[in-house]
């Protein structure tokens, strides 16, 4: 479990808040977790507003104090698929650099949190999508909305990670909005019965970032049962 790969199934749909539970998770279980966000649109630098990392360092207590571009590999100003803000900026994205970044990390990080960029078919290079860019031992994640839609998306997103090779070791709803819960049992059900793949749970709206609920982390204390061995629901928010 050295690499964490944190899919969506589309922009917008939570995996940047699903990334700073796991690192909160891990911070809490003992453990020496890296956020890494290798391509990041729409923000001039990874320490502005719109940066997922500047997000991140914000509101994890113990990286405050450092810099959230330590995090970033490529940022690009534009808000759109990472070929086409680099191409922007006459820039093109390295591969290898990205998997050398990974892996160099994977070996000092326990466990290394990589967050995508957009979905898993948006486009990296000329040839490459994001799907592409995920480590073949990569523990993936998949972050879905929990509304109307979702059964279509993540089953396609599922799809296309099975094509090439890569079974998703779970699938986590993000539900800010508060969908009726019919319609989220409903959506797991599906997603379940189709993928043969198990929603771990879904989480809601979040007030404080700094200090979710403890309820935030019960997919990942299913995801993730040997942390949970060592580390009691009474300290996670300690």
Request: proline share 6%; with cysteine; net charge neutral.
């Amino acid at each position: 479990m050295n690499s964490i790969y944190v899919a969506g199934t589309d922009t917008g749909v939570g995996k940047t808040i699903l990334s700073l539970l796991l690192m909160q998770f891990f911070l809490k279980g003992g453990q020496e977790p890296f956020y890494l966000k290798p391509m990041q649109t729409g923000c001039e630098n990874p320490r502005d507003r719109n940066s997922d990392a500047a997000f991140i360092y914000g509101h994890v207590e113990s990286l405050g104090v450092k810099d959230p571009a330590e995090s970033v590999i490529y940022c690009f100003r534009n808000p759109k698929a990472p070929y086409f803000a680099a191409r922007d900026e006459g820039r093109v994205i390295d591969l290898k650099l990205l998997k050398r970044v990974v892996e160099e990390k994977s070996r000092l990080c326990s466990p290394l949190i990589v967050e995508a960029a957009g979905g898993l078919l948006v486009p990296v290079t000329d040839e490459a999508l994001v799907a592409d860019t995920i480590a073949a031992d990569a523990k993936v994640i998949i972050a879905a909305r929990a509304g109307l839609g979702t059964i279509n998306h993540t089953l396609l997103s599922i799809e296309a990670l099975i094509r090439r090779g890569i079974r998703p070791a779970g699938i986590v709803f993000l539900d800010p909005e508060g969908t009726p819960q019919g319609l989220v049992s409903e959506n797991r059900e599906a997603v379940k019965r189709y993928s043969g793949i198990e929603v771990a749970g879904v989480i809601g709206r979040i007030a404080d970032f700094s200090s979710p609920p403890l309820a935030c982390y019960h997919p990942l204390e299913l995801l993730f049962p040997e942390v949970r061995t060592r580390l009691s629901c009474s300290n996670l928010s300690s």
